[in-house]
């Protein structure tokens, strides 16, 4: 594969099928990858605050302006926000209150030693790459050739074990682990999990080999729709295994 120090932004306008593209073929349909639009909310904007401030805490002031707090509904406050617009620059406007959650999480991650130890290596590197014909691109957040690991940071509203578990399956992270594992042969992969209410746990947490098998399972699926989408042109529907005698779906 071939390695890339790139922005964020170029590596998702690259050719070639990611994890979240798979995610979502196996989640949904092919037709679904295909006619996706760019979307962020404020939770994955605060996600990607939080991966910032906890793996490259350098570029944190760089690519971030905190804003306290204003009341834009006064002419006063209009005033400042116009005045904290020019001071930011070409920086993404954090709220105050978003910055002292992030505080409170950074101070968790620096005690725990696990969280530590698994974020140490290539910071946001893409591979680029090819697997039967097909372009495949993918960008994790920590690999560490050396220990034979690759860790992802998720935020999550409650990171306990039962709930994460029911993350992995609800936004098939299984399938992510598996697709970056096996495109970069590496044996081990973290979730470096972190709260984002109070009080803002960090934990680790690995996926059982059941689990790593049936995400090994879910991204060829969706790779097989997705390559026979690129061979033939024909745009499979709904991922689905049963149907009743007059073609519709049967739950």
Not at 80 to 99: R, S, T
Not at 149 to 160: E, G, L, P, R
Not at 164 to 180: G, I, M, P, T
Not at 184 to 204: A, D, G
Request: charged share 25%; proline share 3%; with cysteine.
């Amino acid at each position: 594969m071939k390695t890339a120090k790139d922005s964020n932004e170029k590596y998702h306008s690259s050719p070639g099928i990611s994890a979240s593209g798979l995610k979502t073929i196996f989640k949904k349909s092919v037709y679904h990858y295909l006619n996706r639009k760019p979307f962020e909310s404020k939770s994955m904007a605060f996600g990607t605050a939080v991966h910032t401030a906890l793996l490259e805490p350098d570029n944190f002031n760089k690519e971030y302006y905190v804003l306290h707090n204003i009341d834009r509904r006064t002419k006063a406050g209009k005033e400042q926000f116009a005045a904290a617009e020019k001071l930011a620059k070409n920086k993404i406007m954090l709220p105050g209150q978003d910055k002292d959650r992030i505080d409170a999480i950074n101070k968790n991650f620096k005690k725990s030693t696990l969280a530590q130890y698994y974020s140490k290596g290539q910071i946001e590197l893409s591979h680029y790459g090819e697997y039967q014909g097909a372009n495949v691109r993918i960008r994790p957040d920590v690999l560490n050739r050396h220990k034979d690991f690759i860790a992802d940071v998720k935020t999550c509203q409650d990171n306990s074990p039962k709930a994460f578990k029911n993350d992995v399956y609800k936004y098939s992270y299984h399938l992510q682990a598996a697709f970056y594992m096996d495109m970069l042969e590496i044996n081990h992969f973290r979730f470096i999990t972190v709260q984002s209410t109070y009080p803002f746990t960090v934990e680790v947490y690995a996926l059982s080999e059941e689990m790593i098998e049936q995400g090994r399972l879910a991204w060829k699926q969706a790779f097989a729709d997705y390559q026979m989408y690129l061979e033939t042109g024909v745009i499979p529907s709904y991922n689905w295994y049963q149907y009743a005698n007059d073609g519709s779906y049967l739950l």
